[in-house]
């Protein structure tokens, strides 16, 4: 096992448990209803951060996949999984 694919793990286990986390919170606001203002102004907000680390999961296991089967497209994979990485840290920290 390599470095990069060690780092690469983490980062996939990390967004899948952040996605999955969000995601079930948001079935719970579904089941619970937008009847008050205070859940109705969160769902917007968790709707976009799950679409981040859905992203951010799809790119990790893409670059996971690539680096263990030593796929051809690896190193593009594990470029794009950085950029969104980086890119999604940058947005967060700029919509705080």
């Not at 079930?24 to 709707?47: H, N, R």
Request: proline residues 3%.
């Amino acid at each position: 096992m390599t470095p990069l694919l060690f780092v690469n793990g983490i980062l996939l286990g990390t967004a899948f448990s952040i996605f999955f986390g969000l995601s079930v919170v948001a079935l719970l606001l579904f089941m619970l209803g937008t009847d008050t203002p205070q859940v109705s102004g969160e769902i917007k907000p968790l709707l976009a951060y799950i679409a981040i680390f859905l992203v951010l999961t799809v790119s990790s296991g893409l670059g996971f996949v690539g680096l263990v089967k030593k796929h051809d497209y690896r190193w593009w994979a594990q470029c794009v999984m950085w950029v969104c990485w980086i890119g999604a840290v940058a947005w967060l920290l700029i919509n705080r």
